[in-house]
């Protein structure tokens, strides 16, 4: 009897070995198969759509990429392009057969980087202020399609000028940006901020400033900006002084003017009396020394003073002898 009961207690130990066994074997395969079940589903999805915000300065050249997809799993490649409010342009590249189509795209600019089936990317070259708007490519593949998109902002860098006005006050200006620039003064003043908006897309942005503290003579503005930082310094008493140099020289400037007026007027005046003066005097001989030799050539080619001179000299030598035979006798 003892025996028996022995033997029972081993065969009941024996099959609850076996089934404890086969539990944790069964539950092992079920969890293997869950995990490469769970791999495979993960591997299958696609991933969510990726959007990136792409900032591009002007006249730069930009390169678009695809999602990392090895090309021997491509099917379909296809760009989507919004601009504006003109219909979206479509770029297409089937691998099979290796062709390229295009819808709605007449911009020049937009090519492909590279061969489509190896490199799929679009190219940018130059980027204008009319490229703005959003960019996706698709990649379709046997397992699911893949994403990117581009959200493309056109930078346009401003020109900044500063330069002083009247009052202790001085204007600094960023020009055409694109978008608007930010100003801040140093020290900070009674600024007024003002903007203008160009029909492509650029903004100047303006910040006049004014000083009522004369202790204040050297003022900066710094303009911020997506391209950009910059600064400038102007000093304010040297052009206060330079405006009240130019204000006395302006009201002094016209008594100048009178005073040489005058003056040129007057040495006309004492130069005048003095012609008239010398002008009037007689002048001793100039009459006989004009008329002299008048009165020469008149002697030597006038054959009656010839003449007449003759027989005056020859009464004078009669006279002369005539006083002598007188004197003798």
Known sequence: MPCSWRTSDLQLLLMLTVFLVAECISASSNSTQQLVSSRNRNSSQPPVEVDISLPVLVDTKAVLSCPPILSTNVLITTWEIFVGDKPPCIRTHRRDPNKISKINCTDERMTWLYRPDQIPALQIDPVAITHEGYYRCTVA??????????????????????????????????????????????????????????????????????????????????????????????????????????????????????????????????????????????????????????ASYTEKNNPLYDTTNRVKTSQVLQNEVDGMNIHTL
């Open 141 to 294: 593949t046997p397992i699911g399609n893949f994403h990117h998109g581009y959200q493309l902002q056109v930078l346009v860098a401003p020109e900044v000028t500063l330069f002083q006005s009247e009052h202790r006050s001085a204007v600094c200006k960023a020009v055409s940006g694109r978008p608007a620039a930010r100003i801040s003064w140093t020290p900070e003043g009674d600024c007024v901020p003002a903007y203008e908006y160009w029909s492509n897309g650029t903004v100047t942005v303006q910040s006049m400033c004014h000083w009522a503290d004369g202790n204040v003579s050297i003022v900066s503005c710094s303009v911020f900006h997506e391209t950009g930082n910059w600064s400038r310094s102007i000093e304010l008493n040297p052009g206060a002084k330079t405006s009240k140099t130019l204000i006395i020289l302006y009201s002094i400037l016209p008594i100048i003017i009178v005073v040489i007026m005058g003056f040129v007027w007057l040495l006309k005046i004492i130069g005048c009396r003095k012609y008239k003066l010398k002008k009037t005097e007689p002048t001793p001989g100039v009459e006989e020394d004009e008329m002299q030799p008048y």
